[in-house]
């Protein structure tokens, strides 16, 4: 079953930030994206994600903008333009909404303010919690169940409780999946103490607002998909389906990131040309048996989500 909007549209997002060149892990993402989407006659909104200031410049939005166009995946909503009527489309003018949803989680009475550092939170941590994972206990609750009372006052971080409740959900990839958001996270940040909004909350927002109704994204946020349920409850809006993606390795079974400049658009585009490009990406993801060069848009009708690997990575 697919989720749609209100006008019957499946709706989907391609979110990036804007602190870089992409790499052929963030063209895989886009790919399988604007293909679903394109595959049910749906939408498929570019959202700009530059809420961290200092990482984030308006050229590496232009230079990812022009990179999709190259490839043939269009948008109709969004963009740098602000397409659309759903806008603005870049996160760092959206502070009025991610406001409103925070003061709304204030009176609900499950917000208050954590002072700990990194350090402090680090010290707390159980030797089985060590894979990377960073859960915090609740050490600056004011009380230990809320309601809280101590939320808007002065400095700190902001931190959504979390109830010590199972959250299941079905990925359209990798299945169903329950996470205990105690023993997974802890109470949240929605809101940094610098005053940056959190990717969770953000995300939440956006999406909802934008109508999204498929969430495609790298599997290394399949688990966080359970804070972004929890948001979406106590907001009161509808979740999207979700579906997580391999995360494309390099040859030495590293996930791609900015360092890997032979696998940054620039250099693909140097070396492919965009039907080599999306047949390679294709190929790789199975939605062609094996490479030739093609269109985007020559995939629509061949794509299938059952073909896409359930596989924490794919090495290309
Ligand atoms: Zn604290």
Known sequence: MDNMDSNGNV?????????????????????????????RGGKWVLRIEDLDPQRSRQEYARQIEDDLRWLGLDWDEGGIDNMGDNGPYMQSRRDSFYLDALGRLNDLRLTYRCHCTRADIMATQAPHESDGRVVY????????????????????????????????????VFGEHSVNLTRHCGDFVVRRADGAWAYQLAVVVDDALMGVT???????????????????????????????????????????????????????????????????????????????????????GVFDWHNVPAKESIII
């Open 11 to 39: 709706v989907g997002r391609f979110a990036p930030s804007p602190s870089g060149r992409m790499h052929l892990g963030n063209v895989f993402t886009a790919l399988i994206s604007w293909l679903s989407v394109r595959s």
């Open 137 to 172: 206990h609740g050490t600056c609750r004011p009380c230990a169940e809320p309601p809280f009372d101590s939320h808007s006052d002065g400095s700190g971080a902001t931190r959504l409780y979390v109830p010590d409740e199972d959250f299941v959900f079905t990925d359209r």
């Open 214 to 300: 498929e969430v495609v994204r790298g599997c290394d946020l399949l688990l966080s998909t359970a804070q972004q349920l929890y948001l979406y409850r106590l907001l009161g809006y509808e979740a999207p389906r979700f579906a997580h993606l391999p995360l494309v390795s390099n040859a030495a079974g590293q996930r791609l990131s900015k360092r890997d400049q032979s696998m940054s658009m620039d250099a693909l585009r140097q070396k492919y040309s965009p039907e080599e490009l999306i047949g390679k990406i294709a190929s790789m993801a199975h939605i062609i048996d094996r490479y030739e060069p093609c269109t985007a848009k020559s995939l629509i």
